[in-house]
């Protein structure tokens, strides 16, 4: 049985909950201690196969306060760290300026795809990372590597959106490259799937992920025009590259058809109403979807495969 470890380190999207100029129902919510609504740091999740070593999937701008939070990836002796490696899935802030906290002459092995390190390479501020101390490497879609020992997994294509900052050298909206990439971890006849960014389930993503044990997916926006709707944005949920839980072609739907044991959103913006109690939260839970959250542990030994999941 695998004892891999996957825990949450950050379960909302960019700004995290409360977002710091924001005053929605949600962020005033996670500001008062009554309310029962938990603030939540942006995008992130650390995985282990032995609880010793960590791999962390998206260095998010609150990675410093995550490791704080979480006595497992805490300093060992004077100097040093149980993080092993980063594994970049986009080049979207919420996922790469955590980097420029892991500058503090600490070893650690980056992984991404070509695309994805052209992009941190085009910007000389990563390169307070001493070369000397944190490998680059660079990694082929589909092919299987180890960030840990112990622990295999292999980068696929997702259709995504070009970040926010590079829009102006062309927007690529819907496309599959490697600049928007799942992460999908191989544990003998197992499978586990973290995808914080999605803009669509397309027939070869869900061939791929039918009859996975977990799945981390995109849970950015409830409905698509959620941020116009709240009146603090101007680009609906599939413009930034994200996928709906609910509507036409919906995470909710697309997902439930394909016998996932474990189901989990994550990447949940400030926005959506599923952070609080009421009928969007019962509708995900009643559909089996569970909602990250901070500090949320996760064990595939932990977690047993329905008789009626087909996994062919």
Known sequence: MSKLRFLVLGAAAGGGLPQWNCGCPNCMAARDPASGVTPQTQSSLAASADGEHWAIFNASPDIRAQIEKNACLHPRGLRGSPIRSVVVTNGDIDHITGLLTLREKQPFTL??????????????????????????????LDTVFSPLAGMRIRLFSVPGKTPLYLEKEGLRLGQESEDTVGVEFLIGERRAYYIPGCGAVTPALGARLKGADLVFFDGTVFTD?????????????????HMPITGAGGSLAALSALSLARKIYVHINNTNPIWQAGPERRQVETAGFEIGHDGMEVSLADISIPADIDVA
């Open 111 to 140: 992984f991404a795809t070509a695309a994805l390190m052209e992009t941190l390479r085009q910007n000389p501020v990563f390169e307070v990372l001493d070369p000397a101390l944190v490998e680059r490497k660079t990694i082929a």
């Open 225 to 241: 025009h959620e941020m116009i709707a709240a009146s603090v944005g101007h680009k609906t949920g599939r413009r930034m590259g």
